[in-house]
């Protein structure tokens, strides 16, 4: 099978996702709920599923070992592409220095838990989340006024002064880095060492699980109605009374919180981190988890954070050329399926069904 | 006086586009700004709805100083545009591009909502015909129709049309005129930037010519329709 054949594939994978999602909607409220209870349950065991037999090969890592790509890559992609989804293809500003956010996390956890203090990691994270956030307003109040391609040029030097700052302050750690970060404190028989993964797995899903029902509530309320306007057309937005820049630095806030947590779980599972684990090549990354996923379409950013982390550890049997395996898949992607594996589409789609067009009672048919 | 605004400068840069105009909009009235490319009429309607910031001058709304005010703020007051162009949001549907234009109210009760919807759609018919359609996939006079529509959905005092008729047949000028008309009668005050100035002086109360940044010519919209130098200017002198 060549690889465009496996490619195509793998979009009308997508596709039939889509179809099923679509059937999925004119079950019963029970049906959907056991649906999703089956597929939460299914991803909880994710670690165990390359021990599946005869299909478990397709997702196994060859010489990584598969719940530590899961914590350290995956949960981690996951959820800054949900972050990122929300600038990027909520709100359409294009953040090219998300991996600031991610590294201010996992810094300020960091120092608390280790460099300058000695807090526990639990109450470490909501303050990693804050600073992240605010380090978002920060940014995003003199910057938001930029548009487009010069707002992306700004957020990529913010990205870069975070790490430079970080590799020549000694009270960062400078280039050495901070060690001994504290781990989530153990519950039960989860306990948070070095030996097992999975316990940071359980973590990191649950933590997923609930930034997509936070996230699902704020898209569908009138911020994600503003965020949209926005990104359709920000003059007619504002025309229409959208308080556009509000809006704007609330997206950045939102996003900026949720790669701060990413960051905080990641130093938390490695317990180590320097300045080389923020280069600028994760913030293109993160961006490509978005945009290949579907920008627009949380769903996508869900799949693109998982493909994105994971793909290269699953071609580490080419060796040197793995990168380059990444880099065509990538591109192949991109060409069959331009807006992404799963586009924004799908919820309209659906919300076109509900409504009739004709005259009268059916107007209030919504809302 | 609903409308005043008064020695109005605005600036691109080091380029003064506005250098001092001043003209007033009544309740009730059409008044339409016409003149050629260039003469600063998008630029005076941007700034009436707060979209570019004013080197000098003032607009004063109901009696208020709104000047300074943000753009979504002015939408609160009554203050609602139909851009020029293609000011749709063409990745929502119609029906979608409506409701956002009732984003500024209010009255959560959905009956106020759909009876304006049902106004807008009974001006509009084609909207209804399209209403599950994308608004980029509109043609040129539907996208039109779409602005105006939405602008409407705000329930207005003060409507402002920029362009209405650009890039339209003939026939559907006509009826986009007659529509504005239909509208002012409902009670809509109307704001109209035209280049089609033979239609737009022919329908508004009153007008004012621009000519590159200032205002030139000033009366009732007949008057300037029969007034020699706009004709010659303007109108092809026929």
Known sequence: MSLSESLRSVTSGTRSVSRLGEALAKQSRSVRWSFGAICILALYLLPWWPNVPVLGWIVETPGTSFPSVLTDQVVIFVLVALGLNVVVGLAGLLDLGYVGFYAVGAYTVAILSSQHANLPWLLCMPIAVLVSMLAGVILGTPTLRLRGDYLAIVTLGFGEIIRITANNLHWLGDSRGISNIATPPSIGPLKFGVLDAKPYYFLGFTTILIVIFLLRRLENSRVGRSWNAIREDEDAAELMGVDTFKFKLWAFAIGAAIGGLAGSLYAGKVQFINPNNFPLQLSILFLAAVVLGGAGNMWGAVVGGALVAWMPERFRGFADKRVFVFGVALVLVMVFRPQGLIPRKIRKERWLESWKPSTGTALGSKE | ?238
Request: charged share 20%; with cysteine; proline share 3%.
């Open chain 2, 1 to 238: 006086m609903m409308l005043e605004v008064q020695d109005l400068r605005v600036a691109y840069g080091k380029i003064e586009a506005l250098k001092g105009i001043s003209f007033t909009v009544n309740e009730g009235e059409i008044v339409t700004l016409v003149g050629a490319n260039g003469a600063g009429k998008t630029t005076t309607m941007r700034t009436i709805s707060g979209l570019r910031n004013v080197v000098g001058g003032s607009v004063t709304f109901e009696g208020k100083d709104i000047t300074n005010m943000p753009s979504h703020e002015r939408v609160k007051l009554g203050i609602c545009q139909s851009p020029e162009g293609r000011g749709i949001f063409p990745g929502m549907t119609v029906r979608e591009n409506l409701d956002m234009g009732t984003y500024t109210r209010k009255d959560h009760k959905s009956s106020a909502k759909d009876a304006d919807l049902a106004r807008v759609l009974e001006l509009f018919p084609r909207l209804q015909e399209r209403i599950t359609q994308l608004g980029g996939t509109l043609s040129g006079g539907e996208q039109q129709m779409l602005a105006i529509g939405r602008a409407l959905m705000s329930r207005p005092r003060l409507l402002l049309l920029d362009e209405p008729s650009m890039g339209l047949a003939p026939k559907l000028i006509a009826q986009i005129f007659n529509i504005i008309t239909e509208i002012n009668k409902q009670g809509t005050t109307v704001l109209l930037v035209e280049q089609n100035a033979s239609q737009a002086l022919r329908r508004a109360h009153r007008g004012y010519v621009l000519e590159t940044g200032h205002v030139v010519k000033t009366g009732l919209g007949t008057d300037l329709l029969n007034d020699p130098a706009v004709r010659a200017a303007y109108l092809g002198g026929h």
